[in-house]
């Protein structure tokens, strides 16, 4: 009689297989009592037994040897120590992606403050490459764009350049000391070096075609240059100071049509005038 077990370890005695069924009896518990000779004590013993009726069970599903318990609570142990080992891998994860995100924010609050810094003391970062030898393009500019009427950049001279001012504070009061951000010359205008002179010369050209959009924004053909405005004049100076910058072309054509107007209207006034001195004679 041969034995199957189905993965419970519940066992079944073949009776035949036909086509991968099986059909087989349940092996159940048989409990046999039996008693001593004076009949006042009984003994019980347990057999196992296969079943009187049959049950067909897919082949695949039965095996030739019990399980072993004692492999399946190793493998229950095991896929609770896999599971820890997980929970614990994923909060390691999550404390190194807090750090890593916490590092990233300080490297860019400290990147950011580098910068602010950088600004703030430009002018003694710019002594400091002046002194150890590196050449420097020094310009002029003002801050204040909407002043580019009356402050065309300049590039000082090299015997103008002074250094750094304090311009608040007093150490004899222990009052925290600030100190001017650009350069100035020997005049107190502020200036700053620039790496390159392509640097310097991009920046001259951004502040003149600032004051053309302005000039085009409100037209004005005075060229006397006296204004508080863009007007054409001040436009003349930026070329003269710098001959290689011109007046952009659609400029210069809205000048030559004011001045043909101008011109038309001049006529048409002297012809008026003329027409006048005329009509006195005849009537004379």
């Avoid at 013993?45 to 897919?58: G, K, Q, S």
């Avoid at 039965?62 to 609570?73: G, Q, S, T």
């Avoid at 009061?173 to 200036?191: I, M, P, T, V």
């Avoid at 075609?209 to 085009?216: G, P």
Wanted: aromatic content about 10%.
């Amino acid at each position: 009689m041969k034995t199957l077990y189905d993965k419970t370890g519940a066992a079944f005695s073949v009776d035949h297989e036909h086509d991968g069924t099986v059909y087989v009896r349940p092996m159940i518990t048989v409990v046999m009592q039996s008693t001593n000779y004076h009949g006042d004590d009984f003994h019980e013993e347990e057999t196992m037994e296969p079943a009187t009726y049959l049950v067909a069970r897919n082949r695949d599903e039965l095996f030739d040897a019990p399980p072993r318990r004692e492999l399946d609570a190793e493998i229950v142990a095991k896929k609770a120590e896999i599971s820890k080992l997980q929970k614990e891998a994923s909060a390691s994860l999550e404390a190194i992606r807090s750090e890593k995100q916490k590092a990233e924010w300080e490297l860019t609050a400290a990147k950011r403050q580098l910068e602010d810094w950088m600004k703030t003391h430009k002018g003694m970062i710019d002594l400091g490459k002046l002194l150890d030898g590196q050449i420097l393009y020094p310009l002029s500019v003002e801050e204040d764009d909407w002043r580019d009427k009356t402050n065309i950049p300049y590039i000082p001279k090299m015997k103008d350049v002074r250094g750094l001012r304090v311009e608040s504070g007093d150490f004899e009061k222990g009052k925290q000391w600030k100190a001017k951000r650009w350069l100035s010359d020997h005049y107190n205008e502020s200036f700053q070096f620039f790496e390159t002179e392509e640097e310097r010369t991009s920046v001259i050209v951004s502040k003149f075609e600032s004051a053309c959009a302005r000039f085009r924004a409100a037209p004005n053909f005075n060229v006397a240059s006296y204004s508080s405005v863009v007007d054409y004049g001040h436009l003349l100076k930026w070329v003269e100071k710098y001959p290689s910058l011109s007046i952009p072309d659609d400029i210069q054509a809205m000048k030559a049509e004011n001045d043909a107007k101008l011109v038309e209207a001049r006529k048409a006034k002297l012809a008026a005038e003329l027409a006048a001195i005329d009509a006195e004679k005849v009537g004379a």
